[in-house]
Structure formats: structure tokens, C-alpha cells
């Protein structure tokens, strides 16, 4: 009977492979198997030795995303063999990577784990762009949420009133599809239709591009300018810090920069 490996999920960071840990990287270089996803950097699998097995288990063309239990079988069956199996994942595996799922069904087959966690686009993305999630006298808090919610059937599972009343930044990771919806509930709930707001599409990657708008009318620029997924939608007045001088990684023009950017920190600190 072959000795049980062991699974470890690691998370890849946001896109710059340069983000991954120190541990996820040197597991990434030993490992027998690496199961992947779409968004976990490909430069990672450079890393890999020459004779592991890669396994891609996201979405290719003409081909449908490997169900949950599909995955979860192929990490399974490959520990009972013996194999040592990076499981990586774009971003963090535990925020909205299904990560959890996996852990757990390792554990009910008996099968060793570890979690490596990642640099999640929650907070890479944002900070690419130019965009702190947190700012001392602007925002205290921040609440992340998956888009998810408004495309399924039933009632809505977040409290859309609460989020309008909490105040700080919003995050929305899988939200292109029902941004729509999503502007709607949080417009119908009184949040301010004027709130700075951002949607980063494959951020911290050299195509990374930012769509700026308020609130009311972030959906019709998203449609207007072509936006597609993946992206980050941060909703808050922190998005106002890009154009105030923290954008650094797609750097303005010179046009831009002559829009008054200067003056634009110390505008929002009036109106804060």
C-alpha cells in the first residue's frame, strides 16, 4: 500500500508572481503535483520541477470549470498514491477560494493538510491602484463581500441596508456580473449615490486598468468602457486618495497629473 502524501494549499497572491510567500514558492519548487486555477500567476508554474505533474482545474476554452467535488477528488486520489500536492490558488485559499471545502474534504478522507495563505486581490489590487483600503481620518473599516450573492436564486443572504449605514470601504470581489444589481440594492438602501468608486480589472498585473466613478453611475461606465472580469470594485471615499498622489503602478499622463492632483488630498480632508 503506498504511503499517503499530503495536500498543501497555497495561495499564489494576486497576479504579480513576486507576491507569493517565501513558503508557497518553496513548496511550489518540491512538489510531485500542482493543481491550479486560472488565477493563479502562470510565470508560477515555471517554478515547478521538471518532472511534477501539473494539473489545470480552472476554466480553458471549450471547456467548463472542474466542479468543486471534481477537484476535491483529484487532490484526494493523488495523496493516497503518495504524492506531495501543491493545491495553488489565486489570491488567499480561504477568502472566496473555496479553500475551506477543500481542507475539509481532505480531512474527512484522512488525508494530511496545510494552509499557506496568499496575499488576497482584496487588498493588492486596491493598493496597485493607488487605493488604501484604510486611512486615518477617511476610512476605519472595511467590509469585503462576494458578488456572488445577487446572481443567485433567492433572497439575498447580505444585508444591503447595513452595509449603507456601516460606513468605511466596501470591497466586492465577483461582482462584474451583478454590478448592476449591486449599485441598485446599495442606492435603494441610501448610500450616497455621489460615494468615490473604483473597479480594478486584472489588477497588479501590466494590464491592470481602473475605471473611476461615483456610485450612481459605476455600472454604465463599467458597460460603457468594456470592463471585464476579474476585477475589484472598492466603493469609498479612500478611492479619492489614487488621484490625490498615491497612484503609483498605472501611472498617470502628463495630462492627468495637470487636473489639479495636487490640491485633491487636502479637498477630501475638508469634506471628511
Not at 491592470?208 to 461606465?221: G, S
Request: proline content about 7%; some cysteine.
Amino acid at each position: 500500500m503506498d504511503q499517503t502524501g499530503k495536500v498543501w494549499l497555497v495561495g499564489a497572491g494576486p497576479g504579480d508572481p513576486d507576491l507569493i510567500t517565501r513558503k508557497g514558492l518553496r513548496l511550489l519548487q518540491s512538489a510531485d503535483v500542482i493543481v491550479f486555477d486560472r488565477l493563479a500567476p502562470p510565470e508560477l508554474l515555471d517554478e515547478a520541477r521538471p518532472d511534477a505533474v501539473l494539473i489545470n482545474v480552472g476554466k480553458a476554452p471549450a471547456r467548463q470549470r472542474l466542479s468543486q467535488e471534481h477537484i476535491n477528488e483529484v487532490l484526494i486520489s493523488r495523496a493516497r498514491g503518495g504524492a506531495q500536492i501543491v493545491r495553488l490558488k489565486g489570491g488567499d485559499p480561504l477568502l472566496f477560494g473555496r479553500g475551506g471545502e477543500e481542507a475539509l474534504a481532505c480531512h474527512a478522507a484522512g488525508i494530511p493538510f496545510e494552509i499557506v495563505p496568499g496575499v488576497s486581490s482584496a487588498c493588492a489590487a486596491p493598493a496597485y491602484a493607488g487605493i488604501p483600503l484604510t486611512q486615518r481620518e477617511i476610512s476605519s473599516s472595511v467590509t469585503i463581500i462576494t458578488g456572488h450573492d445577487l446572481l443567485e436564486e433567492g433572497p439575498a443572504r447580505i444585508d444591503y441596508d447595513a452595509l449603507s449605514q456601516i460606513g468605511g470601504t466596501l470591497v466586492i470581489l465577483m461582482g462584474v456580473k451583478s454590478l448592476p444589481r449591486l449599485q441598485r440594492r446599495l442606492l435603494e438602501a441610501g448610500l450616497n449615490p455621489q460615494t468615490p468608486a473604483a473597479a480594478i480589472e486584472w489588477g497588479c498585473v501590466a494590464g491592470q486598468r481602473v475605471i473611476e466613478a461615483p456610485l450612481t453611475r459605476l455600472a454604465d461606465t463599467a458597460v460603457a468602457q468594456a470592463l471585464r472580469a476579474p476585477a475589484i470594485i472598492v466603493i469609498g471615499e479612500v478611492v479619492r486618495l489614487r488621484r490625490a498622489g498615491m497612484r503609483w503602478f498605472d501611472l498617470p499622463t502628463q495630462v492627468e497629473e495637470q487636473l489639479g492632483e495636487s490640491n485633491a488630498l487636502q479637498a477630501i480632508l475638508e469634506e471628511t
